[in-house]
């Protein structure tokens, strides 16, 4: 059985797809997944088993130069691409209208959630089959029940398992750190640059190194200022792969809410995630070892791209709430459980 796969972004969106290929795998051992997602995220899909053609869209670089003859040709050659393959199904695991009208062009039996469940609900015309799945759920699990309803299976309940090998990513590296994870695209879900700081010095007297990624020059002087107050490494600007490698080789992360920690969940690193603004309920990053802090203020989770209460200060009142003692509490008992489980398994 071949079936295709449509999700095109984000990286977390991408990230939480990927236990339900593991569940359809088990039931069908050999089904064989295509992918079609955003170039820039292509990587991800590859390092599961079961997949086997990863098919790159550019929409959100085509959309800049829409009438050129590049974009045109690029366009033109990849449902070219897209419909050289007879599929026996056709999976929208996204729901949107742009990832709708992808099902359009393939060849198979398009399949989605119907117009309750999508987040877009006029995507579901596209669909010759359509599903009910409950949006109240976290989005691995609305995933996994879709797969599970399209293909005919009971819906695992078990932790996810992302089906991915990081032992293929690591790198013969013998150096202890932790990764803090600092970046993200929301103001309000940055955690305050002295908390960083501050921690970062309690992992030093701990004996870790720490590795500070980025992703533009406003994440980089960032990294460039927290590694100026702890023993940090702030790291050169990376690719997805690079930075893998650098996750898949961590004793613990510490990040905001952004896809980078949802690939920590992937690689079951032990990672401290968290929250102000955002609802781990729904979108946190799940996997073993996996800890969600997230704020009590009174007003979160909003899920709001800017503070309602306070439209001044650089930190929003409900990350000022989830401060330097609780994180380090639970970073430093899931580093001990970490240890403690390396110990037994060497």
Sequence with gaps: MRVLVIKTSSMGDIIHTLPALTDAARVHPDIIFDWVVEENFAEIPRWHSHVDRVIPVAIRRWRKNIFSRKTFAEVRNFFKTLRLQQYDLV???????????????????????????????????????????????????????????????????????????????????????????????????????????????KINAAGFNIKLPWGNTEERQRAQRIAGQCKADVLPRLGLVEIAKVLAGAAAIVAVDTGLGHLAAAFNIPTISLYGPTNPVLTGALGESQIHLASDYHCAPCLKKECAIDKISVTPPCFNALGIGVVWEELNSLLERAQKNTCYTT
């Design 91 to 201: 999976i929208d695991a996204q729901g949107l209208m742009k990832s709708a009208l992808l099902t359009r062009f393939s060849k198979g039996l398009r399949c989605g959630l119907d117009n309750k469940s999508a987040r877009e609900p006029r995507a579901s015309w596209f669909y010759q089959k359509q599903f009910f799945v409950d949006k109240n759920q976290h989005a691995i699990t609305r995933v996994r029940q879709l797969f599970a309803k399209i293909l005919q299976y009971p819906c695992p309940g078990q932790v996810p398992e992302y089906g991915i090998d990081k032992q293929k990513l690591m790198t013969a590296n013998h150096e202890r750190y932790l990764v803090f994870l600092h970046g993200t695209t929301w103001a309000t879900k940055h955690w305050p640059e002295e908390n960083w700081m501050a921690l970062g010095k």
